[in-house]
């Protein structure tokens, strides 16, 4: 199998999980539907990806991993859910189609966020009982400390509260490193609990540091010079809407540098985790990726 | 000490903890105030307290008691802040003061609502740290199950798809049970497990479904009858809004009958479970209550 078809059949087996994940009684009809209407409309499932594929690498548990990986794309969604809520992002359009609120009204968006957002740790901590395992809570702590009022919220309100003010080099990549990358961080080192393996720690977070930034400098450039029918959102909002962007402080040659920088020093380490390739091929997919 | 003197005790350690475990750096600003401020507004702390009485009768760690208690607390208070949203129950005041998204607007009243919601699960996994106790893992996992989708979310989603349609008794039971049932009850039975006595679960099921339903009938009645400056919130807006509720399905009298007959049930169960007499006295409180 070439890199693509891995990428496939691992999207296949997540997207699979994910809907054996939410196929439960006892959910309010519209409520359901309005949470898999936003789990079901896709992404790369670039997260849970990385945690199946370096809990590999480490020789973990695979299924174990995969439910982590799940529950973290759970957390990723109800933030975007609730990003494009009209007193945030005033977003209309995600992944090619309307928003959660355009579909099913801000009340049963804000209340299908939220219900993804506890279902992560329904799904967790069973998946903790079941095993008992100690580095099984650890995993949890890191994933909600990531994606907390230390992390991703932390990341969003500084995004909120700075439009109409210009961020330095500095600031942006503060929140980012928050707002995106805390949570793609999680996504890696929950896979050194899962296996047992927390000496490769250190290591797997200079990985995912470099991963998210490189990640976070490509949604920048593909926002500037995208397609807006490959991205499924439009493009050129951060423009209008006057935010600093990588693309807008560094110019869009300079920020091209830097994704490519960060994502040779994310190879480096790829290489030394994972023997197969296939995290270092993935890492070099974020960078050429055109949605 | 008399019983008031006790409950003002265990609300000021209730208190107390809470302000201890906000108090973290890490958190930008305006998030951080506007997480404060509605966790600081006070309110009659019964979940936590709850949780410790009921942990205390049973010869459980009162200070793990605490912790659980004060992370049901912080549920319980992002819970109150997004129903107040504008595109929910849109309320202006809150226990006397205005809501958060009056004081901190909208975008940042979802955010500490988010953020309070991965509090909990940060500060109870920490907790499942310290003590590795696979009991406290199966806590967990109650209150979240009683917080998400199939519990007060579902319920929450049910009050609000429910507005200009009135509900039958049988599906107002249901609603509340759900909607604030749930997490009281989860506030009763994580005691269960914090002290190892899984076998007094039955037991206190029974207590907390009667306590939750006397609960909500009085608050339908102060609705009706509440005098608006001792509740802190403006009253009759159930009527106005055409609601259902256990005074306008059963009548003044037969409700206050109703909550009379399940609040005697309860403080049967509650002299079995607590020697002392609090737990049945703090639930003889909750229905002669005035907020």
Chains 1, 2 share one sequence.
Do not use: W
């Amino acid at each position: 199998m070439n890199f693509n078809q891995m990428l496939l059949q691992k999207q296949s087996i997540v997207n699979k999980r994910l809907n054996e994940l939410l196929d439960i009684s006892g959910i309010p009809e519209v409520l359901h539907n309005s949470i898999k209407y936003s789990v079901e409309a896709g992404g790369k499932r670039i997260r849970p990806i990385l945690t199946i594929s370096i809990t590999e690498a480490l020789d973990g548990n695979i299924l174990d991993a995969l439910d982590f990986g799940c529950a973290i794309e759970l957390i990723h969604t109800y933030s975007l859910i609730h990003d494009d809520l009209p007193a945030m992002d005033n977003d209309d359009f995600r992944r090619g189609k309307p928003t959660n609120h355009k579909v099913f009204g801000e009340a049963i968006a804000i209340l299908a966020g939220d219900a993804l957002l506890n279902f992560a740790i329904e799904i967790l901590s069973q998946k903790a009982i079941n095993n008992n395992n100690l580095n099984y809570i650890k995993a949890i702590n890191e994933i909600f400390k990531a994606s907390g009022a230390r992390g991703m919220i932390a990341g969003q309100t500084i995004d909120i509260t700075s439009e109409n003010r210009i961020l330095s080099l500095d600031e942006l990549y503060k929140m980012h490193s928050l707002k995106t990358g805390a949570i793609i961080e999680a996504s890696c080192t929950v896979a050194a609990y899962i296996s047992g393996r927390e000496d490769r720690l250190e290591e797997i977070k200079q990985f995912s540091q470099h991963l998210g930034i490189a990640f976070q400098i490509v949604d920048d450039i593909l926002d500037f010079v995208g397609d807006e029918k490959k991205l499924g959102k439009t493009v050129g909002k951060d423009l209008k809407s006057n935010k600093a962007t990588f693309v807008t402080i560094l110019g869009l040659d300079e920020a091209k540098m830097k994704a490519q920088e960060h994502t040779k020093k994310a190879i480096e380490i790829a290489n030394g985790l994972d023997k197969t390739g296939f995290l270092s091929k993935l890492t070099e997919y974020l960078l050429v990726r055109e949605n």
